[in-house]
C-alpha cells in the first residue's frame, strides 16, 4: 500500500496496486522483492546522476540522500523507504526504487534528461 498525494487538492489516496507501466511488476505491498535490486550506493549514485543533470546539490549522508527544487523533491532513506513530490503528485513512504522509477518518469516527460 502506498499514500499518494494529490497536491491540487491536498488530499491522499491510498493505492494498492501500481502499475508502472515497464517492465517491473505490479506493486502489491512493501515487500516487493524485485524493488530492493539496487544497492544503498548504486540507488546513490543514481540520486548524484539526477541531482547533475538538474544542476542542483544532492544531500547524501549515511542515512539520507536527496534534492529539492522548484517543484519537486526527493528522498531516499537508507531503511529502503524513500519520498517524491513532483507537480501535483508525491510518493510517500515508498520503496527507494519506486520513487527514483517516478522521479525519473517525470524528468523524461518535462524533458529533462539525465547524465549519463
Same mark, same amino acid.
Given at each position: 500500500m502506498?499514500l @499518494?498525494?494529490? /497536491? #491540487? ?5 491510498q493505492?494498492n ?6 517492465? $517491473? ?6 515487500n516487493a522483492?524485485?524493488?530492493?535490486s539496487?544497492?544503498?550506493?548504486d540507488?546513490?549514485r543514481?540520486?548524484a546522476?539526477?541531482g547533475?543533470?538538474?544542476? @542542483?546539490?544532492v /544531500? #547524501?549522508d549515511?542515512?539520507v ?7 519537486y523533491?526527493?528522498? $531516499? ?6 519520498d ?14 519506486l520513487v ?7 524528468m523524461?516527460?518535462s524533458k ?5
Open positions: 502506498f @499518494v498525494l494529490n /497536491r #491540487s487538492t491536498n488530499l491522499y489516496k493505492i496496486n501500481i502499475d508502472l507501466g515497464s517492465d $517491473l511488476a505490479k506493486i502489491t505491498n512493501k522483492p524485485f524493488l530492493m539496487s544497492s544503498w550506493s540507488l546513490r543514481r540520486v546522476r539526477i547533475a543533470s538538474l544542476d @542542483v546539490v /544531500r #547524501s549515511p542515512e540522500c536527496g534534492l529539492s527544487g522548484s517543484g523533491q526527493l528522498t $531516499l532513506h537508507h531503511s529502503g523507504y524513500g517524491c513530490t513532483v507537480g501535483d503528485l508525491s510518493l510517500i513512504d515508498c520503496p527507494n526504487e527514483l522509477v517516478e522521479f525519473e518518469r517525470w523524461r516527460s529533462r534528461f539525465l547524465l549519463s
